[in-house]
């Protein structure tokens, strides 16, 4: 094994102890029983209508790979496109690296569909540009709207952390006003970048935004069983969970999203709460992936088993 290899292993390793130590810190102030009571106590209605933003927003994300493709000035049936998305980002999503993990699953499927290598790379970049668009948009507004928790996380004053609001919304401002008037590439020191049209690059801030916001909303609706909790607080936990998820690559987030999210909110964030959540976004898209995964892969196979077999037929038949 290389010794980049056994660094990266290492490294995933101590992530996975973190993430078991940080889910041990939270777990042991709880009983099994508390927690069984605990997930019982959410309505069904309540979990299915967070299953239904999370849903969405994995709608949502496949308009990032739509978005992605039409700037390459590429074409691909939707039906296709959502496949690839959901599949990808459901698996990404559990195993960690998810630029990583779900391009994997993403070159697998848009390779078949007649993408190059430089493409699959392309909308990788896109979708990761996408993401921290919508991150760095939704946080900044949440810096504004919601500045007494933003302020009290981040230890700073409410003032402070309107203005840290406000800096970050300049950023998706830059970024689209720089697709408007900056034709061809975009040249930084020895790196050059290709931006897309003006349109896409607003669309790429608004879905970015929304898919945030629909996850948000999803867990918005499990804390909210459990006491008063405002939405844009729920916003401003659930963008510092993340934003520690990708800084740190653990798998799923697991254990760094239950500790981001019971600090921000320790009232209202139950242990059933969380689990709850967890499985609407995480585990159910998961099993729904790796299924989807499946039969696709059969169909795949098959289709092209008989394809070869259909050519076969047809040489024979010309000799």
Known sequence: ?????????????????????????????????????????????????????????????????????????????????????????????????????????????YSRWGLTTEDVAKIILFCGVTVGLGLVTLGGLALIVNPGDAARLLRVDAASARIFGLLALIVPVVYAGLAFFVRGKLRLWRWSFQLPRFPIAVAQVCVGTINFLLVSACLHQMLSTFGDVA?????????????????????????????????????????GALIAFR?????????????????????????????EEADECAEAQSV
């Open 231 to 271: 939405f844009f607080r729920s916003v401003t936990a659930y963008v510092l969970a993340n934003s520690a998820i990708l800084a740190t690559h653990i798998p799923g987030g697991l254990g760094v999203l239950e500790a981001t999210v019971s600090y921000a909110v320790p009232q209202q964030a139950s242990i």
């Open 1 to 109: 094994m290389s010794l980049k290899k056994l660094i990266l292993n290492g490294l995933l390793v101590a992530a996975l102890c973190l993430a078991v130590f940080l889910l041990y810190r939270i777990f042991q102030q709880y009983s099994l029983d508390e927690i069984v009571q605990s997930v019982r106590s959410i309505p069904l209605s309540t979990f299915f209508t967070a299953l239904a933003f999370a849903a969405a927003s994995y709608l949502c994300l496949s308009c990032f790979d739509l978005l992605a493709i039409r700037s390459l000035g590429k074409s691909l049936p939707y039906r296709k496109i959502v496949l690839a998305s959901f599949i990808s980002l459901s698996l990404g999503h559990n195993i960690g690296f998810a630029g990583l993990s779900s391009g994997a699953f993403r070159y697998r499927y």
């Open 279 to 307: 499985c609407a976004y995480f585990f159910i898209p998961l099993a729904l992936g790796v299924t989807l995964l499946l039969i696709s892969e059969l169909i795949f196979r098959w289709s092209r088993g008989a394809g």
